[in-house]
């Protein structure tokens, strides 16, 4: 039984569309976080979270927003769609901050046409 | 701020054969981890090892090895008797001590294990 899931696991948008990405952990975990992957950039760091309604914004937060109104979810919203959003998106979770444990989703891929 | 480079965008390797992959890393944090993931063709995010900034001796785990040098600061993945199944996407990864468990990743290494 995998710990996290993401949802979707693959779409296809249109510019201007708005298009939400789910995150879902069983561990109940305190710490969540939304990271984009494209090529030459590694992974880097949209939005995380490290509370219920307790979020904050990471190295390319720009047209994202998140919500997370319970320790399961952590929902990442792109408002409109543009096509440099297209991406692989990685979800994570971790049970404290000093710990090494973190555990990635399988990422959803992201297309916006 | 911190920040991990990873000079190496691709690297090649003969089976059975030892490789050392390159991470060097930026922080004015005195407590920190360093971690290394794999990523095979199919996407997901492999942790394969882990070092603590006050931990005096390298991390291994298996045929994985750590060579952390605190003073150069680099924390170079070396993987020994390579095996097929370890060509791959390497990425070199730090958590501050005071970022919320935030990971600041490098740019990853593509790693081709030759027969």
């Known amino acids: 039984d995998a710990g996290i899931t993401q949802s979707p696991r693959h779409k296809v948008t249109e510019t201007g569309t708005p298009v939400t990405l789910r995150c879902h952990q069983t561990e109940n975990h305190r710490y969540m976080y939304w990271y984009r992957q494209d090529p030459g950039h590694g992974l880097r760091l949209i939005h995380y979270s490290y509370g219920v309604k307790d979020t904050d914004k990471g190295e390319v937060s720009d047209g994202y927003s998140v919500s997370r109104s319970k320790t399961e979810d952590f929902l990442l919203t792109l408002e409109s769609a543009t096509s440099s959003q297209t991406s692989v998106y990685f979800c994570?979770?971790?049970?404290?901050?000093?710990?090494?444990?973190?555990?990635f989703g399988s990422g959803t891929r992201l297309t916006v046409v | 701020a911190q920040k991990i480079t990873q000079t190496q965008p691709g690297m090649f390797v003969q089976e059975k054969e030892a490789v050392t992959l390159d991470c060097t890393y930026d922080t004015s944090d005195q407590s920190y981890g360093l971690f290394w993931y794999k990523q095979p063709s199919s996407g997901e995010m492999i942790f394969l090892i882990y070092q603590g900034s006050y931990d005096e001796q390298n991390a291994t785990e298996g045929r994985y090895s750590l060579n952390f040098q605190k003073a150069r600061k680099s924390a170079n993945l070396v993987i020994s008797a390579s095996q097929l199944g370890d060509s791959a996407m390497y990425f070199c990864a730090m958590r501050g001590g005071t970022s919320y468990g935030k990971l600041t990743f490098g740019q990853g290494t593509i790693l081709t294990v030759h027969p």
């Open positions: 994570a979770i971790s049970e404290s901050m000093q710990n090494y444990g973190y555990t």
